[in-house]
T-cell receptor, first 115, second 114 residues
Framework: DTGVSQDPRHKITKRGQNVTFRCDPI?????LYWYRQTLGQGPEFLTY????????KSRLLSDRFSAERPKGSFSTLEIQRTEQGDSAMYLC?????????????FGQGTRLTVV | GENVEQHPSTLSVQEGDSAVIKCTYS??????FPWYKQELGKRPQLIID?????GEKKDQRIAVTLNKTAKHFSLHITETQPEDSAVYFC?????????????FGSGTRLSIRP
């Protein structure tokens, strides 16, 4: 499968626990995005990377959220001290920033449920 | 920062009729406007996109128009079919720039009545 893959697909955790999600982008895609989607809403921007550099993090994002892309390939999103309001689908997308090629491809997402 | 507004939030049309979804954006530097379709329980998938050097683009039954002056863009689906039922998202981005990101609208749930 050469698409964007995310792991795990589902995660149930108790409030206060830390969770980490992984995203493997399409090979050679230099841009990687993280979004959060709740029922009936559009994907909400969280952060994005150009290669290993984190270019922007949403101002709405709590300090409990952190993302890394250490080698410019896969990325991890960690949520510390989870809260019930963190329950959502976490989507990863990747694209290749070249002339005329900006399409972002999404992964299947990780559905987080905080109980 | 960029903000994208999308209307309507829900849309129901008779099979065979046309559907129109409208979006506005706030950042005049935006120059790439993709549209995504998301079926229930699935990932968003790109259906068509347009760049700011083009006013209209068509792909079979789907077309997108862009008015840069008014900062409006629209999705038009003609001859709607049951499989067009889904949630549609517009988005805006500044392409080719290291300071870009893709911002999505809140979505339109399209239902096609048989």
């Amino acid at each position: 499968d050469t698409g964007v893959s995310q792991d795990p697909r589902h995660k149930i955790t108790k409030r206060g626990q830390n969770v980490t999600f992984r995203c493997d982008p399409i090979s050679e895609h230099n841009r990687l995005y993280w979004y959060r989607q709740t029922l009936g809403q559009g994907p909400e921007f969280l952060t994005y990377f150009q290669n290993e550099a984190q270019l922007e993090k949403s101002r709405l994002l709590s300090d409990r959220f952190s993302a890394e892309r250490p080698k410019g390939s896969f990325s991890t999103l960690e949520i510390q001290r989870t809260e019930q309001g963190d329950s959502a689908m976490y989507l990863c997308a990747s694209s290749h920033l070249t002339q005329g090629d900006t399409e972002a491809f999404f992964g299947q997402g990780t559905r987080l449920t905080v109980v | 920062g960029e903000n994208v507004e999308q209307h309507p939030s829900t849309l129901s049309v008779q099979e065979g009729d046309s559907a129109v979804i409208k979006c506005t954006y706030s950042d005049s530097a935006s120059n790439y406007f993709p549209w995504y379709k998301q079926e229930l329980g699935k990932r968003p998938q790109l259906i068509i996109d347009i760049r700011s050097n083009v006013g209209e683009k068509k792909d079979q039954r789907i077309a997108v128009t862009l008015n840069k002056t008014a900062k409006h863009f629209s999705l038009h689906i003609t001859e709607t079919q049951p499989e067009d039922s889904a949630v549609y998202f517009c988005a805006a981005s500044i392409g080719y720039s290291s300071a870009s990101k893709i911002i999505f609208g809140s979505g339109t749930r399209l239902s096609i009545r048989p």
